[in-house]
């Protein structure tokens, strides 16, 4: 077999819609699914051959396209410093819960799939990263994102209408990005799928493409033989003896059905799934870390979007003790993978992949990491900080408005002390004092105060729920931070920190609650 690496760099932001987020925002995955890029090559060859449909009879179309036997198109993940592609964390990796990773400072990782010992003493998991083996050193990546607000329009008046005129949120991958996929095919349809990728650089993927969505471009395009690339960047041979303890991660999300034909997700159907590939039987479980995710798509023959099914999420670990397995059946188990849609990307194992019971993470130098050129002079700078900041106030608006769709309070306080409440944190909105509302709420008459104390919102008082917020203005604001050229920002920053921006986002979330409150209460 065949591997054929390719490299993508990303030129407009890349929708691949994911099941997260809200009815009103697409929030896509953090790589590019491997069906997108079976999708765009399909577009490719029916363009080559002037097709209108597939002849789902036809030898090449069914090896090409549909046979997870012969070829199968890998996620594209992101693409190291060393022009590697990365891999998803496992779920076995955890770290101490104080420790902090950041571009000056490193962290150790432990992996409870080899050993649960005493450290760390309160464990954590690491967070969604990508990963590559660096010199002994896990280099830690994290994809980079674009949020874009949209208005729902009328296609033919090219304008919102009365009935169509709601806001809807885009979060997708940032353009200037590079991923790596990879294509297993037979020997012979090697050249056929290559012919495909150079005819043009360019290739549209995801949605939105209408919209300035999905533009990216094959930078790089190279043919391995299968035995001369290993997807965890480990060979065989040196996996096979891991002192009798057998560790399986899944590299992509896997599909397995349980014994009634019903998709679940069910770690222990991947020791049911080895066990039909390799014909042996293997021991219970020693250790278990398993997530599970809900997997769909788009056919666009149909127009219709595929059923939503449970999976198991990529990074989960399965552990057996007391087992060998050789080189040959790593080899058979890795190139074939195991599950449904594997000719989509799904079901990626890997076999006994690092055995250090705890090791060194940090993330890569971020002046490598840029695909953005230096910026030349005082001018520029001071324009990309302008960005920043109003990129970084837009977020921490939406911030603010997601947190207020879902608070409510309870009836129990009066308008005119809601009227009160309002105007001090109007007051104090200039200069971000928060003492002004402190002092109003440690000042007020007995019955005022009873008002504030027995009014819910959530299961706290509103009056404890206040004193949160003005004590600790940061505390509700998720982790909020922007990059321009190279200009980050941070909503907890020394500049954030200097105009007071968290006090004031906090001033205006308690003035809208108490709007919102008010107008409910008419």
Same mark, same amino acid.
């Given at each position: 077999?065949?591997?054929?690496?390719?490299?993508?760099?990303?030129? %407009?932001?890349?929708?691949?819609?994911?099941? %997260?987020?809200?009815?009103?925002?697409?929030?896509?995955?953090?790589?590019?699914?491997?069906?997108?890029?079976?999708?765009?090559?399909?577009?490719?060859?029916?363009?080559?051959?002037?097709?209108?449909?597939? +002849?789902?009879?036809?030898?090449?179309?069914? /090896?090409?396209?549909?046979?997870?036997?012969?070829?199968?198109? =890998?996620?594209?993940?992101?693409?190291?410093?060393?022009? *590697?592609?990365?891999?998803?964390?496992?779920?076995?990796?955890?770290?101490?819960?104080?420790?902090?990773?950041?571009?000056?400072? @490193?962290?150790?990782?432990?992996?409870?799939?080899?050993?649960?010992?005493?450290?760390?003493?309160?464990?954590?998991?690491?967070? $969604?990263?990508?990963?590559?083996? *660096?010199?002994?050193?896990?280099?830690?990546? *994290?994809?980079?994102?674009?949020?874009?607000?949209?208005?729902?329009?009328?296609?033919?008046?090219?304008?919102?209408?009365?009935?169509?005129?709601? &806001?809807? /949120?885009?979060?997708?991958?940032?353009?200037? %990005?590079?991923?790596?996929?990879?294509?297993?095919?037979?020997?012979?349809?090697?050249?056929?799928?290559?012919?495909?990728?150079?005819?043009?650089?360019?290739?549209?993927?995801?949605?939105?493409?209408?919209? !300035?969505?999905?533009?990216?471009?094959?930078?790089?395009?190279?043919?391995?033989?299968?035995?001369?690339?290993?997807?965890? !960047?480990?060979?065989?041979? $040196?996996?096979?003896?891991?002192?009798?303890?057998?560790?399986?991660?899944?590299?992509?999300?896997?599909?397995?059905?349980?014994?009634?034909?019903?998709?679940?997700?069910?770690?222990?159907?991947?020791?049911?799934?080895?066990?039909?590939?390799?014909?042996?039987?293997?021991? $219970?479980?020693?250790?278990?870390?398993? !997530?599970?995710?809900?997997?769909?798509?788009?056919?666009?023959?149909?127009?219709?979007?595929?059923?939503?099914?449970?999976?198991?999420?990529?990074?989960?670990?399965?552990?057996?003790?007391?087992?060998?397995?050789?080189?040959?059946? #790593?080899?058979?188990?890795?190139?074939?993978?195991?599950?449904?849609?594997?000719?989509?990307?799904?079901?990626?194992?890997?076999?006994?992949?690092? *055995?250090?019971?705890?090791?060194?993470?940090?993330?890569?130098?971020?002046?490598?990491? @840029?695909?953005?050129?230096?910026?030349?002079?005082?001018?520029?700078?001071?324009?990309?900080?302008?960005?920043?900041?109003?990129?970084?106030?837009?977020?921490?608006?939406?911030?603010?408005?997601?947190?207020?769709?879902?608070?409510?309070? %309870?009836?129990?306080?009066?308008?005119?002390?809601?009227?009160?409440?309002?105007?001090?944190?109007?007051?104090?909105? @200039?200069?971000?004092?928060?003492?002004?509302?402190?002092?109003?709420?440690?000042?007020?008459?007995?019955?005022?105060?009873?008002?504030?104390?027995?009014?819910?919102?959530?299961?706290?008082?509103?009056?404890?729920? =206040?004193?949160?917020? &003005? !004590?600790?203005?940061? +505390?509700?604001?998720?982790?909020?931070?922007?990059?321009?050229?190279?200009?980050?920002?941070?909503? +907890?920053?020394?500049?954030?920190?200097?105009?007071? =921006?968290?006090?004031?986002?906090?001033?205006? &979330? #308690?003035?809208?609650?108490?709007?919102?409150?008010?107008?409910?209460?008419?």
């Amino acid at each position: 077999m065949k591997a054929i690496t390719l490299t993508l760099q990303t030129q %407009q932001p890349i929708l691949a819609t994911s099941f %997260q987020g809200d009815p009103n925002s697409d929030v896509s995955y953090s790589y590019i699914p491997g069906s997108m890029i079976r999708g765009a090559i399909i577009g490719r060859y029916m363009r080559q051959h002037h097709l209108s449909e597939f +002849d789902l009879t036809n030898d090449e179309v069914k /090896r090409l396209f549909f046979d997870a036997n012969s070829t199968r198109y =890998l996620n594209a993940y992101l693409l190291s410093q060393e022009k *590697k592609r990365t891999l998803p964390l496992p779920l076995c990796w955890f770290k101490d819960k104080d420790d902090e990773l950041n571009d000056n400072s @490193s962290i150790t990782v432990y992996d409870f799939s080899i050993d649960r010992g005493d450290n760390p003493e309160t464990p954590k998991s690491v967070g $969604e990263y990508f990963w590559t083996n *660096k010199g002994g050193v896990v280099n830690l990546y *994290k994809d980079k994102r674009r949020i874009n607000i949209h208005n729902f329009r009328d296609r033919q008046k090219g304008r919102s209408t009365d009935n169509q005129g709601e &806001l809807f /949120r885009y979060d997708a991958l940032d353009a200037g %990005q590079k991923f790596q996929s990879v294509i297993l095919c037979e020997d012979g349809d090697a050249i056929t799928l290559q012919m495909l990728l150079v005819t043009e650089p360019n290739i549209w993927l995801g949605g939105s493409q209408s919209a !300035g969505y999905g533009h990216t471009k094959i930078i790089d395009l190279e043919i391995l033989n299968h035995n001369h690339w290993h997807e965890i !960047g480990i060979p065989a041979e $040196e996996r096979e003896d891991n002192d009798e303890l057998l560790s399986i991660t899944l590299l992509s999300d896997t599909l397995l059905r349980n014994e009634c034909g019903q998709p679940v997700a069910d770690p222990m159907l991947i020791k049911q799934a080895i066990e039909e590939v390799l014909n042996i039987s293997l021991p $219970e479980t020693s250790n278990i870390f398993a !997530g599970s995710t809900l997997i769909g798509g788009f056919n666009r023959k149909w127009g219709l979007p595929l059923p939503q099914v449970p999976a198991l999420a990529a990074g989960t670990a399965i552990v057996f003790e007391g087992i060998e397995i050789n080189e040959s059946q #790593i080899k058979q188990l890795e190139a074939s993978g195991i599950g449904e849609r594997r000719e989509d990307g799904f079901g990626r194992i890997a076999i006994n992949g690092l *055995k250090k019971e705890h090791f060194i993470a940090s993330l890569p130098n971020s002046s490598d990491t @840029s695909s953005l050129p230096p910026l030349k002079d005082e001018v520029s700078r001071l324009l990309a900080e302008q960005m920043a900041q109003r990129l970084l106030e837009q977020k921490l608006e939406q911030e603010l408005q997601k947190k207020v769709g879902y608070l409510s309070l %309870q009836d129990g306080i009066s308008n005119s002390q809601l009227s009160r409440l309002q105007s001090v944190a109007q007051k104090a909105l @200039s200069t971000g004092d928060c003492n002004l509302v402190l002092s109003l709420l440690n000042n007020l008459p007995s019955n005022a105060r009873n008002q504030f104390d027995r009014t819910k919102l959530g299961n706290k008082s509103f009056r404890l729920q =206040l004193d949160e917020w &003005l !004590g600790n203005p940061t +505390d509700w604001i998720n982790s909020i931070e922007v990059n321009i050229a190279g200009v980050e920002r941070r909503f +907890d920053d020394d500049r954030a920190r200097e105009d007071k =921006l968290a006090e004031k986002y906090t001033l205006r &979330l #308690i003035m809208a609650v108490a709007k919102k409150a008010t107008k409910e209460k008419k």
